[in-house]
């Protein structure tokens, strides 16, 4: 079956670095997307791989492994405003996406 | 705006019930999408539609149909309402090249009683 593996919650201090990591197991890859969701909010797209190596924008980076079937999202410079989930989602085969179930983030002053 | 606009906002729908959400794009994308979100879970996609005129099945499409008479509109149908049909309900759309991500609304709240 297909899978998206990642960690239920994560804490971090405001103005600190954080990685949230996503590994994946798929049928087929043909893409791997980061999304932001604010609560009682809509996902909003943050960060696209498909080749391996890192992607920065900003104070966003998205890093994908195919090999190891592994990505990591990380947030420099932590805000208040970046209490959210974080989705990572994989294009399959198919080109459907398939979603993990969010990395809870919860930023402490 | 631009963007993906859904209707109603939120719903309380009796059991047996058929209710129809709507969807409407107003980007010409040509893909559109549905997926319900549930706690401690995805996103599982229920139906989807590659084209106007063209519609597919996702992960969990039973009691579910979908309809794409147009570029703009992707209502998703309840026939008869059951309480593991409530979530919340997010319809979503892209240009349907690989590279581009989806957009989507702001959701519908379903509580099914």
């Known amino acids: 079956g297909q899978n998206i593996d990642q960690p239920t919650e994560m804490t971090a201090t405001e103005g600190a670095i954080v990685q949230i990591n996503c590994t994946y197991q798929?049928?087929?890859?043909?893409?791997l997307f980061w999304y932001q969701q604010h609560a009682g909010e809509a996902p909003t797209f943050l960060s696209y791989?498909?080749l391996d190596g890192l992607e920065e924008k900003g104070r966003f980076s998205s890093f994908l492994s195919r090999s190891k079937g592994y990505s990591y999202l990380l947030l420099k410079e932590l805000q208040m405003k970046d209490s959210a989930s974080y989705l990572c989602?994989?294009?399959?085969?198919?080109?459907?996406?398939?979603w993990g179930a969010g990395t809870k983030l919860i930023i402490k002053p | 705006i631009a963007g993906i606009t859904q209707a109603p906002t939120s719903q309380i729908l009796a059991a047996g019930r058929r209710m129809t959400l709507r969807c409407t794009q107003d980007?010409?994308?040509?893909?559109m999408y549905w997926y319900r979100q549930d706690l401690g879970l995805g996103l599982r996609l229920i139906h989807y539609?590659?084209?106007?005129?063209?519609?597919g099945k996702g992960e969990v499409p039973d009691g579910y149909s979908v309809s794409r008479a147009n570029t703009d509109d992707f209502p998703l149908t309840l026939a008869s309402a059951v309480p593991s049909q409530t979530s919340v309900y997010f319809c979503?759309?892209?240009?349907?090249?690989?590279?581009?991500?989806?957009?989507f609304g702001d959701g519908t709240r379903l509580s099914i009683l």
């Open positions: 798929t049928s087929g890859f043909n893409g």
């Open positions: 539609s590659n084209t106007a005129g063209t519609t």
């Open positions: 979503a759309s892209s240009d349907g090249h690989s590279n581009q991500p989806q957009h």
């Open positions: 989602a994989v294009r399959d085969s198919n080109y459907q996406l398939i």
């Open positions: 791989n498909v």
């Open positions: 980007m010409r994308h040509n893909a």
